[in-house]
């Protein structure tokens, strides 16, 4: 009996080879012909793989034709190496390996840039990575009997406060924000503070020439009743003086002393505002100190837009790095410290000193290095450079400097420059005329400077001061904008030991600033607590959770 014939059987089974083309590319025309026609086996299939079988020639002849389009196009040479170093590259490295080699480079750089960008990038460390802030967000949810009070605050019109204040630009600031508090504490109308004219740089600019007078009238209008004069009906008023205020007073000393006076006479004058109001103070006037700060005292049109183009034009090349260098005489003076420059400069420092000893801030005790590694002075140039290697700055980095004149002219920068050399300031920046309508309102020039660096990537303060502190808190309230503290006491006795090799140090003072980059920081509320204009959280600034929970 004869078995069915399987269907299967008659049918015609065909294998494709799948070759890479590199190694299709390695192989002569004979190798690739003793691929293709493999030797006759004994067994039954060997017709299907004989020369006469027409699915073998066309195999052939397409391999063949591809290998020849390949030739012709990529000039391909057949003998070249399967595994050479370069297994990309379809050079021959006759004598112009190293040609090839960059010209494949290049080539593969192209056509993987849009996939693979991030990963062809140089690596910088992580000094432009941004602290985590937390969540912390701006908050100024005023309390329900703080509303009800500003009713019949802002309705007062017979008690006006005014007040003078002094300083440069950032301490002024700082006074300008304490009068406010005051005049709510006192339930008056607040008088368009006025700018003493300063004494080292006699700059009579007004408030208006500085900051943005309406926008400071509208962002307060349900805090304080803010005028620009005195009516016509208190012009004749003679203004009680009051001269003695002490640091650090709370709001109970400020009714007990103030209140009554301002209630009899209707208009009260203060001056030397500095540092004088407590920074401990009832939530609502924490937080009204950190809309003055953070929100009305914005500063005129044109400032902002001369501060607003330099920014633009340091950030025209991506991220830019900000210092604000203490290197002016004055500094040098005022903080009993020495420049180290020569013998002839610390001379004259230490004669502006004598002449002038009112100018010396505080502790006029200490000496010259008890000062210094107490880390109450500047950092120079070449402190802030070896700083900046530490933290990994890279090489390239644009930075933007803030201040006046060093001390011995540009030339005490030369450390800095050596290292970092794409360094700018307002003059730099600033096309011919910009800055000549300010060239005599020190004011008006650190504003810009607050101006760029407000908007830079990384701040850092070469010393402390009202400038440094005000933008720590303008850049936490921002978003927690990194801001680098120089732990100058603890680096110091690295600084000065010359035995201590390069890597060491930087690792040192690396690890010493781990954790002094901007990361939100609670404001304590224990005696002589810190500012809140420098530390915002917690009254003015909350978490997503606590805003949830609001």
Known sequence: MALPKNSNSTKKKVSYISVPSQIINSL???????????????????NRFSYRNPRIWFLTLFLVSLFGMLKLGFNVD??????????????????????HAVFSAKNDMQSNSSSNETLLLPTEGDFWKQPDGLGFKPCLGFSRQYRKDSNSILKNRWKYLL?????????????????????????????????????????????????????????????????????????????????????????????AHYLKRINRERVLLLRGLDSRLSNDLPSDLQKLRCKVAFQALRFSPRILELGNKLASRMRSEGQYLSLHLRMEKDVWVRTGCLPGLTPEYDEIVNS???????????????????RKLAGLCPLTALEVTRLLKALEAPKDARIYWAGGEPLGGKEVLEPLTKEFPHLYNKHDLALPGELEPFAKKASVMAAIDYIVCEKSDVFIPSHGGNMGHALQGQRAYAGHKKYITPNKRQMLPYFMNASLPESDFNRIVKDLHRESLGQPELRTSSKGGKDVTKHPVPECMCSDRQQQEQ
């Open 28 to 46: 002569s025309s004979s190798s690739l012909q003793s691929l293709l026609l493999s030797p006759k086996k004994s067994s039954r299939c060997t």
């Open 163 to 255: 007040v003078v204040v002094s300083g440069g630009m950032n301490q002024q600031r700082n006074q300008i924000v304490d009068a406010v508090i005051i005049a709510r504490i006192l339930g008056a109308s607040l008088v368009v503070p006025v700018l003493q004219v300063n004494v080292i740089w006699g700059d009579e600019s007004e408030f208006a020439d500085i900051f943005d007078l309406e926008h400071f009238k509208n962002v307060l209008a349900d805090d304080v009743h803010i005028v620009s004069s005195l009516p016509s009906t208190h012009v004749m008023t003679r203004p009680v003086e009051e001269k003695k205020t002490p640091l650090h007073a709370s709001p109970q000393w400020i009714r």
């Open 352 to 370: 502006e000193r004598q002449r002038h000893p009112e100018l010396l801030t505080g502790r006029s005790n200490m000496t010259y290095n008890q």
């Open 78 to 99: 057949p003998i070249s190496l399967p595994f050479s170093r370069y297994p990309c590259s379809t050079a021959s490295f006759d004598g112009e390996e190293e040609h």
